[in-house]
């Protein structure tokens, strides 16, 4: 038998938590608590704009009133900046970054193609610049930090996985994303560096999340071979879709937590409503996270991996 996963929950503290966050939250929960594994709870509040505890608390808060525990944490992100710093350092004393001074509106200008996420693919434009010229660059504005990827040929910047989910994936990185961000302009470390380091330190084994970040594996794993960090199982799941294609979101206040509490005032429906979009559950059914363990199977989830539109039929 091997060895039992170990998960985590990493909420980002800008809202209160919708719909979309909770069937995330709850297939991750089932996946460990039905192997018999542990989950951390890491609050991704890197961003400043997002370092709100008390808005933290109510995330936590709104996870064990709809009975998703957790073992290991709370960890915030905002608190181990040190470390992604010297994460950091590391990469540059390896000569693998270089300082990138394109603004966004820079970059959005640029006749360069986009990944099929949306992501554009970074052209280079600060990757030769001499030292005269960043010196010139800095004496201006303060610098971004780029990962140099491998050209398109070396087999090196090629990844391939396995999503739990979604089935085989190989992204060239040099041609899906380009050399990519590993610290911003203002010294704050970037999204895809920060979790591949916490992950690793974590011990995390097993990472579930909405199927839009399907697209920073390959980045992710890309770090973790840097570091010498082990690569865990990625699963990536249903988005909760808006009737006109918009993938719910926290700014829009969709399928709130807050207003979902006030209209029900006890999970049982909400599990329900989830559940029974990813077949865990029967139509109407009311159910807790814990009625779900023998359930659950990643045959089921993925049977029912398409996005699910939220209209008025999936409200009860």
């Known amino acids: 038998m091997g060895e039992a996963p170990k998960g985590r929950f990493a909420p980002t503290p800008s809202g209160r938590m919708h719909a979309g966050n909770i069937l995330s939250a709850l297939i991750a929960w089932l996946s460990i608590r039905s192997a018999g594994g542990t989950l951390v709870l890491r609050i991704e509040d890197l961003d400043p704009r997002a370092q709100d505890r008390e808005v ?22 905002s608190s181990r900046h040190e470390i992604y710093r010297e994460a950091v350092a590391q990469l540059t004393e390896r000569g693998l970054t270089y300082p990138c001074f394109c603004t966004r509106a820079e970059l959005h200008a640029a006749s360069a193609p986009h990944a099929s996420d949306g992501t554009y693919v970074y052209q280079g434009t600060c ?17 971004a930090i780029r990962l140099i990827v491998p050209d398109a040929e070396d087999p090196a910047g090629t990844i ?27 010294g704050v470390c970037a999204y895809q560096l920060a979790v591949t380091i916490d992950d690793g330190l ?53 399928l709130d937590l807050g207003v979902m509490r006030k209209r029900y005032g006890h999970p049982g429906p909400i599990i329900g409503m989830l559940a029974s ?23 089921i989830i993925r049977a029912h991996r398409a996005d699910i539109v939220v209209n008025d039929a999936f409200l009860w």
Request: hydrophobic content about 40%; some cysteine.
């Open 56 to 77: 933290a608390k109510l995330l936590m808060d709104d996870l064990a009133w709809l009975g998703l525990d957790w073992d290991e944490g709370p960890y915030f992100q």
């Open 127 to 143: 990757r030769h610049l001499t030292p005269e010229e960043v010196a010139a660059k800095a004496a201006v504005r303060k610098p």
């Open 160 to 186: 391939s996985f396995t999503d739990m989910v979604y089935g085989p994936k190989t992204e060239v990185l040099a041609r899906e994303c380009g050399d990519f961000l590993i610290q911003r302009s203002d």
């Open 202 to 254: 974590m011990g995390v084994t097993q990472v579930v999340r909405g199927h839009d970040l399907l697209g920073s594996c390959a980045r992710q794993i890309y770090l973790q071979r840097l570091f010498g960090l082990k690569t865990p199982q990625y699963a990536h799941v249903p988005l909760l879709m808006s009737p006109a294609g918009r993938r719910l979101s926290k700014r829009d206040h969709d």
């Open 277 to 299: 979009a990813v077949g865990l559950a029967e139509q109407g059914e009311e159910v807790l996270p814990q009625d779900l363990v023998p359930r659950f199977s990643w045959d």
